[in-house]
């Protein structure tokens, strides 16, 4: 297929994505875009939850390789200004998830036309950024009938120069949990704390407490990060809170830093309540685990750049990021690597960062994703 004809194509696709965002789990118009061009492709496909697709293309009998795209939007008001903006107010493509269903849809078309010698799957994933999105599609089968035996995935990313690709093995990001902390204390007259327990001041000391684990209880060596986000407490200025609730995140790199700081939460919690007199509830979820791209299939990723794009054209991305992403979950089924695909231009103004109300893409991006995307599973399938 011409450069030229790809590119028209999924700029098209992309903008028609771009201009109707949706948010996690309600992608009822993204799904219904993707399920056009499939059946204008004769890739059968089927709807695995309301909004997630899962599509199938045998070659032949060689093993099974599953191609990951994101759907999702954001909650924010598009400021671009572009014709092709947002036409949902409050709800904007800040992420490149549109860009990352477009280049899925071209790699599917690019391997349409030159079968693969096994199987390809192609999977068009919900609600990324709430998480839970790749989970809910691996729960539906997505990785059985066939198995999948790796799984590749990609984002595009500002902070590389559109042409480029930047893929490493090991750690990619992070693994992200959340936390709840309700603290029980006692209201009463402001006038009158002896009367009370307050549990604004347990709040606060709490607050400041916890940045002791990352300071004083992680290995200084290990990444990890603890944010509390929300500390919510009291009614008015002179009523005793008698209660308040904290909520965060963390963030590390390590299994065994993650199991770590939970316990030491807790342990602090504990500890600061009963001091006081109050009592708490505590809650720990795990939103995503570390996304660790396998060595062989990273290394399989960059041979197949580097013959695509020149050895100059594929970077190293560097240290990893504290951010998480849910293609990790894939990554615990099968082995596999999550690529970025670089979207920069300054002439563009396209370097702006992920989730702001100004970010937008170098479109000729659309054309390196898709075709490394297609020849990364047209290689696999033909391993015997
Ligand atoms: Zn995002
Ligand atoms: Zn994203």
């Given at each position: 297929?011409?450069?030229?004809?790809?590119?028209?194509?999924?700029?098209?696709?992309?903008?028609?994505?771009?201009?109707?965002?949706?948010?996690?789990?309600?992608?009822?118009?993204?799904?219904?875009?993707?399920?056009?061009?499939?059946?204008?492709?004769?890739?059968?496909?089927?709807?695995?939850?309301?909004?997630?697709?899962?599509?199938?293309?045998?070659?032949?009998?060689?093993?099974?390789?599953?191609?990951?795209?994101?759907?999702?939007?954001?909650?924010?008001?598009?400021?671009?200004?572009?014709?092709?903006?947002?036409?949902?107010?409050?709800?904007?493509?800040?992420?490149?998830?549109?860009?990352?269903?477009?280049?899925?849809?071209?790699?599917?078309?690019?391997?349409?036309?030159?079968?693969?010698?096994?199987?390809?799957?192609?999977?068009?994933?919900?609600?990324?950024?709430?998480a839970?999105?790749?989970?809910?599609?691996?729960?539906?089968?997505?990785?059985?009938?066939?198995?999948?035996?790796?799984?590749?995935?990609?984002?595009?990313?500002?902070?590389?120069?559109?042409?480029?690709?930047?893929?490493?093995?090991?750690?990619?990001?992070a693994a992200v949990d959340r936390f709840e902390i309700e603290i029980f204390g006692?209201?009463?007259?402001?006038?009158?704390?002896?009367?009370?327990?307050d549990a604004l001041l347990m709040a606060s000391e709490l607050a400041v407490s916890l940045q002791t684990i990352v300071s004083r209880k992680v290995?200084?060596?290990?990444p990890a990060v603890l944010t509390v986000g929300t500390l919510n407490a009291g009614?008015?200025?002179?009523?005793?809170a008698?209660s308040a609730l904290l909520t965060g995140t963390v963030r590390t790199?390590?299994?065994?830093t993650r199991?770590l700081i939970p316990k030491l939460i807790r342990r602090i919690t504990e500890g600061i309540t009963?001091a006081h007199?109050g009592k708490f509830r505590f809650e720990y979820e795990s939103a995503?685990?570390?996304?660790?791209?396998?060595?062989?299939?990273?290394?399989?990723?960059?041979?197949?750049?580097?013959?695509?794009?020149?050895?100059?054209?594929?970077?190293?991305?560097?240290?990893?990021?504290m951010g998480g992403?849910?293609?990790?979950?894939?990554?615990?089924?099968?082995?596999?690597?999550?690529?970025?695909?670089?979207?920069?231009?300054?002439?563009?103004?396209?370097?702006?960062?992920?989730?702001?109300?100004?970010?937008?893409?170098?479109?000729?991006?659309?054309?390196?994703?898709?075709?490394?995307?297609?020849?990364?599973?047209?290689?696999?399938?033909?391993?015997?």
């Open positions: 297929m011409k450069d030229s004809d790809l590119l028209k194509e999924l700029i098209s696709i992309r903008r028609e994505i771009h201009a109707h965002p949706e948010l996690g789990n309600r992608e009822f118009k993204t799904a219904k875009v993707i399920e056009r061009v499939l059946k204008g492709l004769k890739i059968p496909h089927k709807r695995v939850t309301p909004t997630g697709i899962v599509a199938t293309l045998k070659g032949g009998e060689g093993p099974c390789v599953a191609l990951r795209a994101d759907m999702d939007a954001l909650p924010l008001t598009e400021v671009t200004g572009k014709p092709y903006a947002s036409k949902n107010s409050g709800v904007m493509h800040a992420c490149g998830h549109d860009a990352h269903v477009a280049m899925l849809l071209g790699a599917a078309r690019l391997l349409k036309n030159r079968p693969p010698r096994g199987t390809v799957k192609f999977l068009f994933q919900p609600n990324e950024e709430g839970g999105g790749a989970r809910e599609l691996i729960k539906k089968g997505a990785m059985k009938n066939p198995r999948v035996q790796a799984t590749f995935g990609l984002h595009v990313n500002p902070r590389f120069p559109s042409g480029t690709v930047a893929i490493k093995a090991g750690p990619l990001m006692q209201g009463g007259h402001a006038a009158y704390p002896h009367e009370g327990k290995d200084p060596l290990e009614t008015r200025y002179n009523i005793l008698g790199l390590s299994e065994k199991a009963r007199g995503g685990s570390v996304l660790s791209n396998d060595p062989a299939m990273a290394g399989l990723a960059y041979r197949i750049a580097v013959a695509l794009l020149g050895k100059a054209k594929v970077l190293e991305p560097g240290l990893p990021s992403e849910d293609f990790s979950e894939y990554l615990k089924h099968s082995p596999g690597c999550f690529i970025y695909v670089g979207t920069a231009d300054p002439r563009m103004k396209t370097g702006i960062p992920w989730h702001h109300p100004r970010f937008d893409l170098d479109e000729s991006a659309l054309p390196v994703g898709a075709r490394l995307l297609a020849a990364v599973a047209g290689e696999f399938t033909a391993r015997a």
